[in-house]
């Protein structure tokens, strides 16, 4: 009798430990999942940029840099292997497409260009989608997070490596782009 009275709040607790290792897991796997998700929309911008390239250097062949940068963005974005590597080398390529903008603004044949306007709306539609799954993404990085740093979550969090992540931030360059006024020439 005092030995069942003695297991059954051992068993609870353990049961309890278990629950909490158990949630840890299936919030790190869901914020890996929804990575994922982004990982998809930069592989398919990724596959658009050579084309998007290719068209503007019929037009703009002498803007080589602009071009070159682009490509090493991409080529970035493709070999990046861990999660962190591939916020960064997205940023990089984000940054570069913009410059890519600015330089097609100075080419209205381009603009009028219906294989180049079909390649813009594809870029223009994922990243729609990209901003739709960073949203995602730091959404289940956050509850991970909170749920990594919350008492007693900790203590199970620390004994098997569950360490607070990165959130999907905007790049510096992004940021400033976001926080100037445009700027309108007639």
């Given amino acids: 009798m005092y030995l069942l009275v003695l297991l059954i709040p051992i068993a609870l607790i353990v049961f309890w430990l278990i629950g909490i290792y158990n949630s840890l897991v299936g919030l790190r796997n869901r914020r890996e999942q929804a990575f ?13 940029v050579p084309q998007l390239v290719e068209t503007v250097k019929g037009y703009a ?21 861990s999660i962190e590597d591939k916020i960064k080398s997205d940023s ?10 600015v330089t097609v603004e100075a080419y209205p044949d ?3 260009n219906q294989n180049f306007l079909q390649l813009q709306q594809e870029i223009s539609d994922i ?21 990594v740093e919350s008492f007693p979550n900790n203590i199970i969090a620390g004994r098997y490596n569950f360490k607070k992540e990165a959130m999907y931030e ?6 400033q782009t976001m926080e100037e006024p445009p700027s309108f020439k007639f």
């Avoid at 994922?36 to 658009?48: E, M, P």
């Fill in 110 to 112: 381009l603009k009028a």
């Fill in 61 to 81: 062949g002498h803007e080589s840099k602009t071009l070159t940068d682009v490509i090493a963005a991409r080529n970035s974005v493709v070999t990046a292997t």
């Fill in 36 to 48: 994922a998700d982004i990982d998809v929309q930069l592989r398919q911008r990724s596959d658009l």
């Fill in 127 to 147: 990243e729609n989608k990209l901003a739709a799954a960073r949203r995602f993404f730091n959404a289940a990085t956050k509850e991970y997070n909170t749920s």
């Fill in 92 to 101: 990089q390529l984000t940054a570069a497409l913009q410059g890519l903008r």
């Fill in 170 to 175: 905007l790049s510096a360059e992004k940021r």
